[in-house]
């Protein structure tokens, strides 16, 4: 890559502010114009951090995409949103670039509140067949002629929606093109010019039109003749295509090919466009993520998820030296399971993002990675749990929710100890409010059964951690943040917690604040501030959700007049937990006496740094002073 740019060879981007100025461009210039844009995204995103390898990768696709079909009135569905960089820059976006995932700036996703170009939000995997073929077929029964695309990669389509959704599409034969970004492999030798050429030939009408024809001449001769010629023809095209799946699916496969050839994308996209009446299509191309920026392709991840970074080098700015919760987890985890054989690990695609990776190094047999799959993942974990394994089921808050009727169905009723190691627990930051873990205390501590944890620190991680791994008679789970610790060494050995058992950090006389989760550091400077206006805190760790230490709270209540709680998650979380304990059991005998909740706001919170986020939702250690002051 080129990082010193001009004029010249920046000319054609520099034209271009929609689709309409790209179809001004001919066909030979588009690969220059790729080059541009490669070189225009590593720079804004060297800057913003994001997610480039992806984006990297699907470039020639994009490009070719909206100057083949009439984008805005054609819909362009993007899984997952990952790739959605150069599509921004192409469609009016490409000034605000610098940014991207900042407060009050574009969303590192699709978002239909940012643009006309962005026809379905996204930031979840394996959710575009399903919301473009809803699209196609409202569109169809509002008598509109428009072509409907959804891009999925090859790990989207790993997870049973997107199967449900092919299933749907290809039985109900409506006119929709779905284009498989196929990154994972290499471009192999099938993937070259005869396999263009034939990709080329099989999505003409000419060749769709023969096949028909030769299928209804087939039908004439008797049925074992005409089921071997179908057969044979089938078989044929599978050598070269690989199609099969697909085609029984009801879909017309095109492909592999190479997805960086405009040369081979354009025609197959102008067939898929002219001759999208005769049933659904699926167009395989294979591309290499983190294509064109050397540091993305030789890093094993492709630059997936990336801070801001050196473009010469492609060293990533470290944020802090502190060590990370995840790092926390994977560390310790990886410690217990020397000495004890029966705990496994198990990820939904997010090996290194869970720190599953170093585990794997260690027991790659004890470790699995069952895909974009969480609710394969949670019922895997219990089976499992079945046969007397101890199964860590390491998946961010976010994407757990895609899996909460097994968590229901498969572990809670069955009260299987399979135990939830919840990372990204509370607000994230640059992903903003799709990847928030905002809901898990509420969503797992009203279940049956379950135990649930949060961590304030390192050290109290870890110890969930070990007390989860002697927990054999229920499901268990423990939630933890995004980013680095606060600096604590673990002391050793690791000691159990009782079960339900909170404590005490800080003696006071005035009010308690009860903390669950890690936003006790902030609860520890709010009662610094407090001390400062004569006001004597008591502060308290849950560290349980479920089952509450009701004997802490009954203290907390009887030894004070006001008691606040503090959690990083939705309404109907801890909170809820305390003032339903509250009023069952000590509110008719209460005198005088304040309690009060403070969890995050019923809305979700747009992308900033964790800090402004906090802000935006009151939970910083200046706005619970002012909430405290308000309600004494």
């Known amino acids: 890559m080129n990082s010193n740019t001009n004029k010249k060879n920046t000319s054609f981007l520099e034209e271009i502010n929609l689709p309409k100025d790209l179809k001004k461009l001919k066909e030979k210039d588009l690969s220059h114009l790729c080059n541009e844009v490669r070189e225009f995204m590593i720079d804004r995103v060297s800057k913003t951090g994001g997610h480039l390898g992806a984006g990297l990768g699907v470039v020639e696709l994009t490009v070719a995409i909206h100057y083949i079909f009439n984008t805005p009135k054609d819909k362009i569905i993007w899984d997952v949103g990952h790739q959605t960089y150069p599509h921004k820059i192409l469609t009016g976006r490409k000034n605000r670039m610098h940014t991207l995932r900042k407060g009050n700036g574009l969303s590192g996703f699709t978002k239909r509140s940012e643009s006309i170009y962005d026809a379905f939000g996204a930031a979840h995997a394996s959710t575009s067949i399903s919301a473009a073929l809803g699209m196609l077929i409202g569109a169809r029964l509002k008598k509109q002629d428009k072509k409907v695309v959804a891009v999925i990669g090859d790990g989207a389509m790993t997870a049973g929606m997107a199967f449900e959704a092919l299933n749907n599409a290809g039985a109900m034969q409506y006119p929709l093109i779905v284009i498989l970004n196929d990154n994972d492999m290499s471009i192999a030798p099938p993937v070259g010019a005869m396999s263009a050429y034939l990709s080329k030939l099989i999505s003409s009408g000419y060749y769709r039109g023969f096949r028909k024809m030769a299928g209804q001449f087939a039908e004439k001769f008797p049925k074992k003749i005409a089921m071997t010629a179908k057969k044979a023809e089938e078989y044929a095209r599978g050598i070269f295509t690989g199609g099969t799946l697909f085609e029984e699916l009801g879909f017309y496969y095109i492909g592999p090919l190479d997805g960086h050839n405009l040369n081979h994308l354009i025609p197959v996209l102008k067939n898929a466009r002219n001759h999208s009446k005769k049933g659904p299509v699926l167009i395989h191309e294979v591309t290499k993520k983190g294509k064109g920026y050397a540091p993305a392709e030789k890093s094993d991840d492709k630059f997936h998820g990336v801070g801001k970074f050196d473009i010469l080098t492609g060293h990533q700015n470290k944020t802090s030296s502190n060590k990370s919760y995840t790092s926390v987890f994977s560390e310790t985890l990886i410690d217990l399971a020397k000495k004890d054989k029966k705990i496994c690990a198990i990820t939904a695609a997010m090996p290194s993002g869970t720190g599953l990776d170093k585990f794997k190094t260690k027991y790659p047999s004890r470790t699995f990675d069952v895909g974009i799959a969480e609710q394969h993942a949670v019922t895997f974990a219990a089976g499992l749990a079945c046969e007397g394994m101890k199964p860590f089921a390491a998946i961010y808050s976010t994407f757990l929710q895609r899996a909460y009727d097994q968590i229901v169905h498969d572990v809670a009723i069955q009260n299987l100890p399979v135990r939830f190691a919840i990372d990204r627990a509370g607000l994230v930051g640059a992903d903003g409010a799709t990847h928030a873990g905002s809901f898990d205390i509420a969503y797992l501590s009203n279940l049956p059964n379950f135990i649930t944890m949060a961590a304030s620190d390192e050290h109290e991680l870890a110890r969930m951690i070990y007390t989860c791994a002697k927990i054999d008679h229920a499901p268990s789970a423990f939630r933890y943040p995004r980013g680095a610790g606060l600096g604590l060494s673990i002391n050793t050995p690791i000691k159990e917690l009782t079960i339900g058992k909170g404590r005490i950090v800080k003696e006071g006389n005035d009010i308690a604040l009860l903390s669950y989760g890690s936003r006790l550091n902030e609860v520890r400077k709010?009662?610094?501030?407090?001390?400062?206006?004569?006001?004597?805190?008591?502060?308290?760790?849950?560290?349980?959700?479920?089952?509450?230490?009701?004997?802490?709270?009954?203290?907390?209540?009887?030894?004070?007049?006001?008691?606040?709680?503090?959690?990083?998650?939705?309404?109907?979380?801890?909170?809820?937990?305390?003032?339903?304990?509250?009023?069952?059991?000590?509110?008719?005998?209460?005198?005088?006496?304040?309690?009060?909740?403070?969890?995050?706001?019923?809305?979700?919170i747009d992308q900033d740094t964790p800090e402004k986020m906090y802000e935006e939702a009151n939970m910083n250690a200046s706005s619970i002073v002012k909430r405290i002051i308000k309600l004494l």
């Open 526 to 604: 709010a009662s610094d501030i407090l001390n400062e206006k004569n006001i004597s805190c008591t502060i308290a760790d849950a560290r349980f959700c479920k089952p509450l230490d009701e004997k802490l709270i009954y203290n907390l209540c009887n030894n004070h007049k006001l008691l606040i709680t503090i959690e990083e998650g939705s309404i109907g979380g801890f909170g809820s937990h305390v003032l339903d304990f509250f009023i069952k059991k000590i509110h008719s005998t209460s005198k005088n006496f304040k309690i009060n909740t403070i969890q995050l706001p019923d809305i979700f």
